[in-house]
């Protein structure tokens, strides 16, 4: 009896256990589109693509057409869709960055940015200042980068 005790106990608390966790996320729970989102669908609808409504509401295409038809219709909207949102960076990824700055800095690349505050990224490296560290400071580089910039 008692053997069997422990395999009916576990058998009925396991469905409350399994119950009282959050709900998956589902693409129900997703923000409705947005107009630039809805604008860019009916733009690729002209083009000539197929758009369905997902489940969640929002559209989405068949991909019935051929790659080079969609690649056309994507390339001729594209100014309707909205700017994505800027990436945020993890407290780590900040840090890292930072570091690399100071790496970068301390060893005579005094001109070379701080991180975007945002998103980490060096963003205001100039495509000149990118030529100059690919090609003149290599070692510099890869200092760092194997420091992560410590």
């Not at 609808?45 to 994507?74: F, Q, Y």
């Not at 990824?93 to 980490?120: H, K, Q």
């Amino acid at each position: 009896m008692r053997k069997y005790l422990g395999t009916v106990l576990v058998a009925l608390l396991l469905p409350v256990a399994a119950c009282s966790g959050e709900k998956e996320p589902s693409a129900k729970d997703s923000p409705p589109p947005s107009a630039e989102e809805i604008a860019y669908y009916d733009c690729l609808e002209k083009k000539g693509l197929k758009v369905e409504i997902s489940e969640g509401g929002s559209p989405r295409l068949e991909k019935t057409e051929s790659v080079e038809e969609i690649t056309a219709a994507e390339r001729a909207c594209a100014s309707l869709l909205p700017e994505p949102p800027e990436r945020r960076a993890t407290a780590r990824e900040l840090s890292d960055a930072r570091n690399y700055t100071a790496c970068m800095r301390a060893e005579g690349i005094s001109w070379f940015p701080d991180p975007n505050p945002v998103s980490g990224e060096f963003d205001t490296l100039s495509n000149d200042q990118v030529a100059e560290l690919k090609t003149e400071h290599v070692d510099v580089l890869a200092k760092c980068r194997r420091g992560k910039g410590q």
